[in-house]
């Protein structure tokens, strides 16, 4: 049996932060488990005593980030597995997101996770091991009508953490992209914000909640097991669905994308001049 993996993962409270760490604590393995309110780990703590390690963190909090993750490391000696899973979603056309909305979603989804990847670098070099997990979305390979700036924040993920990934290949540290579908967790109820409608995006929003209706949302409990897969894959994946939907949602896009491409190829050329 392998030794006990330690993890560092945000926003445990509840979804698949809290899943994923009860998955890791069951087979023996320990647990830095962050959340804003501490006082949802408590049940945790007392289950799973010195295996897991309980810490109030709001991730938009660069300092905290790295106090967060230096804490960690001196109390379990090591991390071998580091889940950027806080974050939420933004409801709202482009027009009706306010400033506010737009920055604060941002600074959680993209910024939230950066902090907390730069304060783990360090230790993961030094190891020469590691695996980054960060916990993307089907909407950070494809987009939809009324969550834009929440696919700005999860493409923004992607982006950073595809570079990441072949920055540190040859330093021993792995990066996963996890994209789940639609899935049974409050990520649309009370952890989501909204803003304020406008009457004009009506339609909009009627034809988007006839789509999501023909979508069979995944059970969360089943992406606990999955997780423990993935972490100990010898050569995981950069990027992987989760989700029996989500490769055929996103299918059509790529297609379009590379036949529209393709189509205005002619113009890409005469652009590039002689």
Request: proline share 4%.
């Amino acid at each position: 049996m392998a030794d006990p993996k330690v993890w560092f993962i945000t926003g445990t409270s509840k979804g698949f932060g809290r899943i994923w760490a009860e998955a890791a604590l069951a087979r023996g393995d320990k647990v830095a488990a962050t959340a804003r309110d501490a006082s949802t780990l408590e049940p945790l703590a007392e289950r799973y005593g010195d295996n897991v390690l309980t810490l109030a963190l709001d991730v938009q909090d660069m300092d905290a980030d790295f106090a967060a993750v230096k804490q960690a490391h001196e109390a379990f000696g090591r991390l071998d597995v580091v889940v950027n899973n806080a974050g939420y979603g933004l409801f709202g056309t482009i027009e009706e997101v306010t400033p506010e909305q737009a920055r604060d979603q941002i600074e959680t989804n993209v910024f939230g996770a950066l902090w907390v990847t730069k304060a783990a670098l360090p230790i993961l070099r030094e190891q020469g091991s590691g695996h980054i997990i960060q916990v993307s979305s089907i909407g950070g390979v494809t987009a939809f009508p009324g969550i834009g700036l929440y696919h700005a924040s999860k493409w923004a993920l992607e982006g950073f953490s595809q570079s990441l990934a072949a920055e540190t290949a040859d330093l021993g540290i792995k990066v996963t992209l996890v994209e789940p579908q639609g899935y049974s967790t409050d990520w649309a109820g009370p952890s989501s914000v909204h803003a304020e409608q406008m009457a004009a995006y009506d339609g909009v929003r009627e034809k988007t909640a006839a789509r999501r209706g023909t979508t069979k949302r995944g059970d969360p409990e089943a992406s606990g097991p999955a997780i423990l897969k993935l972490v100990d894959a010898e050569e995981p994946p950069l990027r992987c669905f989760f989700g029996v939907n989500a490769f055929d949602l996103v299918r059509p896009d790529y297609e379009g994308r590379l036949a529209s491409w393709e189509e205005w190829d002619w113009l890409a050329r005469e652009a590039h001049g002689d």
